[in-house]
T-cell receptor, first 114, second 111 residues
């Protein structure tokens, strides 16, 4: 089954404790992206990747890191999480290296930073 | 001005009604447009792409107006199951390969 898989689905942690949210897709998609969703603000793009080893900032990259060492994986790293990073996070992927194709989303990760 | 703007609603309509949403965008060079549907903080799911000539999928019709820089979604014969948040998506193309989501329009269809 074609899918985007995020882990963990839920996480409560404390300020400053490094964490990684994994994202994996099995569709051989070139484009992958991370979003955060906050009430009233909609989805905002954190980082995106056009292909292996090619990443770029979205609109809200501060406090986040990503890497794309393999085509299927695109982890989101919070080196020193803070409470303002409490949010619902989505990973997505699409065919092609651009953002001109529909994106497939993972189920989301609810992060709470205390 | 936000790059992509939607009326947040909520739109409250009876079953069988026709409802329309608009989404305006600021970057005239934008090339790709989509409507997604999101249920209660679940993952967004593609509803339909928006083509220059307009396109229809059953009860749903999407249109693009480049001159006025907006896209629209028309839902005919609304069903209870259409209750959701509708997100418009624009890919500006220039300045990288970003994806810009509107904040969403909430629709409630009542019996």
């Amino acid at each position: 089954e074609a899918q985007v898989t995020q882990n963990p689905r839920y996480l409560i942690t404390v300020t400053g404790k490094k964490l990684t949210v994994t994202c994996s897709q099995n569709m051989n998609h070139e484009y992958m992206s991370w979003y955060r969703q906050d009430p009233g603000l909609g989805l905002r793009q954190i980082y995106y990747s056009m292909n292996v080893e090619v990443t770029d900032k979205g609109d809200v990259p501060e406090g986040y890191k990503v890497s794309r060492k393999e085509k299927r994986n695109f982890p989101l790293i919070l080196e020193s999480p803070s409470p303002n990073q409490t949010s619902l996070y989505f990973c997505a992927s699409s065919v092609g290296g651009f953002a001109d194709q529909p994106q497939h989303f993972g189920d989301g990760t609810r992060l709470s930073i205390l | 001005r936000k790059e992509v703007e939607q009326d947040p609603g909520p739109f409250n309509v009876p079953e069988g009604a026709t409802v329309a949403f608009n989404c305006t965008y600021s970057n005239s060079a934008s090339q790709s447009f989509f409507w997604y549907r999101q249920d209660c903080r679940k993952e967004p799911k593609l509803l339909m792409s928006v083509y220059s000539s307009g396109n229809e999928d059953g009860r749903f019709t999407a249109q693009l107006n480049r001159a006025s820089q907006y896209i629209s979604l028309l839902i005919r014969d609304s069903k209870l199951s259409d209750s959701a948040t509708y997100l418009c998506v624009v890919n500006p193309v220039t300045g990288g390969f970003k994806t810009i989501f509107g904040a969403g329009t909430r629709l409630f269809v009542k019996a």
